[in-house]
């Protein structure tokens, strides 16, 4: 299942609360759900900023797939690529502004993945295993 989005910062809500509406009905707690939406809202922002340097019309793809032991959140635009070479590292012990992103997506999951896309873009995505204790009774 998926669902697009234009590259708006106000749409990233409406991706937000649809891919909890597919975790919860995964059966996935509270915790991990508050986990893949933060990386989801830091993802979703990287790709409007970053992808799109803030143009407002273009689309974002967001599915969920579930599988046996793990779920899977991936995010396709197809802007400028991710450059694992230009990104340096938050320092955390120097507070300030901006490139905590890519660092909370990776604390947060257990897997993050992001794949340049023939026809242009990226395809993100985001892993969270369904270990024993995450699913609600």
Do not use: C
């Not at 991706?15 to 986990?35: F, I, K, M, N, S």
């Not at 320092?91 to 023939?118: A, H, I, K, S």
């Amino acid at each position: 299942m998926s669902i697009t989005i234009h590259s708006r910062v106000e749409e990233i809500d409406e991706a937000r609360r649809w891919v909890t509406e597919q975790v919860r009905a995964a059966g996935l707690g509270d915790d991990p759900v508050g986990e893949i939406e933060l990386a989801l809202t830091e993802a979703l922002a990287n790709v409007i900023e970053h992808s799109y340097a803030g143009s407002g019309d273009r689309e974002i793809v967001v599915d969920v797939e579930v599988g046996g032991d793990a779920l899977a959140v991936s995010v396709r635009d197809w802007g400028r690529a991710f450059d694992p070479g230009s990104y340096a590292a938050r320092d955390l012990d120097d507070p300030g502004e901006g490139g905590y992103g890519v660092f909370l997506m990776e604390q947060l999951m257990d897997n993050v993945t992001r794949e340049p896309q023939p026809d242009g873009g990226t395809l993100l995505t985001l892993t969270k295993s369904r270990k024993e204790g995450q699913h609600d009774a």
